[in-house]
């Protein structure tokens, strides 16, 4: 281990918890059979048309056509992935209440429908759909708890397959920073993503062209990865390479959250795990983005943690 990668560990430490058991789904169920299978009593061609429709304008139209509506979790191939990946997902009941959910272990959407109505629900309607939504949410949290679990496997493989990365790496000169515990699987970097107690969750590769890609279904909310040890500080950024040029310039700990949705997370698990910290939150400042996302994240994060808001400006590296 390198010591660059020691001292990353002692910035996250803590114990490794069990890890996760997915329960079977059944046990979880009310006995009303939440998700027992369809009678076919309120199956309508139309419901099935317009459930499909909302998977294509989410970007998610299965490769293959036929859609269950049995209540259960399926997964299937979206159209345009690689042949044989099960990234995508849905629920659908057509009994009692229509409804169903569907999203991507890939991306990490996640979306709901149920179909246009020409009056409200009655009591029990709405008790049914309730039932449904919840028997829902509760399918997914197992699948994802097993894909998350599929995904940290994967990672630990892949991370203990590449070597440590170097300097002269494509990408890091032309950002003009340093690898700060990366490493290097066939010329891609390797950016580890763990969580406060130090798990290694999942993995970022970046190309020597910047182009970027997650572990399929690794967990990222809440993970991030650190760079230098904390004393007095840390900063909360999106990408590596900004990290890297604070680590460089300040001398500060950083860590890396990837993107302006994770800002909130980290920062919530830094303040938790350095409760005397000072945290400070350096935005993107997305100026030329409606609403300024990078801008606006950096603002709720610091407000939630106590922290403060900066925007550095390197030349070069910005939203990256």
Excluded at 76 to 87: A, L, R, T
Excluded at 125 to 146: P, S
Aim: charged share 20%; proline share 5%.
């Amino acid at each position: 281990m390198d010591s660059t990668e020691s001292a990353d560990n002692q910035f996250l430490g803590g114990s490794i918890p069990d890890k996760t058991n997915a329960v079977f789904l059944g046990r979880l169920l009310p006995e009303n059979g939440a998700l027992s299978r369809c009678t076919g009593g309120f199956m309508t061609a139309a419901h099935l048309d317009d459930f499909r429709r909302a998977l294509e304008g989410a970007g998610l139209s299965p490769a293959k056509s036929d859609l269950t509506a049995d209540g259960c979790l399926h997964r299937f191939q979206v159209e345009g992935d690689k042949s044989g990946s099960h990234n995508g997902w849905f629920v659908f009941h057509l009994d009692p209440q229509p409804f169903g959910a569907f999203g991507s272990w890939k991306t990490g959407q996640s979306q709901t429908w149920q179909p246009e109505r020409n009056q409200p629900l009655t009591l029990a309607e709405r008790q049914a759909l309730t039932r449904q939504m919840q028997a829902a949410r509760t399918a997914r949290n197992i699948e994802q708890a097993a894909v998350h679990e599929a995904a940290r496997s994967r990672a630990a493989k892949l991370w203990a397959r590449a070597k440590p990365a170097q300097n002269d790496h494509a990408y890091l000169a032309r950002k003009q920073v340093g690898s700060f515990g990366l490493r290097d699987l066939r010329g891609q970097l390797v950016v580890p993503l763990r969580d406060a107690n130090g798990i290694l969750q999942s993995l970022q590769f970046i190309g020597p062209d910047g182009r970027k890609t997650f572990l399929t279904g690794g967990r990222k909310k809440g993970c991030y990865c650190a760079i230098g040890k904390p004393e007095h500080a840390i900063c909360i950024c999106e990408g590596y390479a900004t990290g890297a040029s604070i680590y460089q310039a300040a001398g500060l700990a950083v860590a890396v959250a990837f993107d302006a949705g994770n800002l909130m997370p980290v920062a919530l698990s830094m303040r938790r795990k350095f409760p005397r910290l000072k945290l400070l939150i350096c935005a993107d400042d997305d100026s030329k983005t409606p609403g300024n996302p990078g801008l606006t994240a950096a603002n709720a994060a610091a407000a939630a943690v106590r922290g403060a808001v900066a925007v550095p400006s390197f030349a070069e590296v910005a939203n990256v």
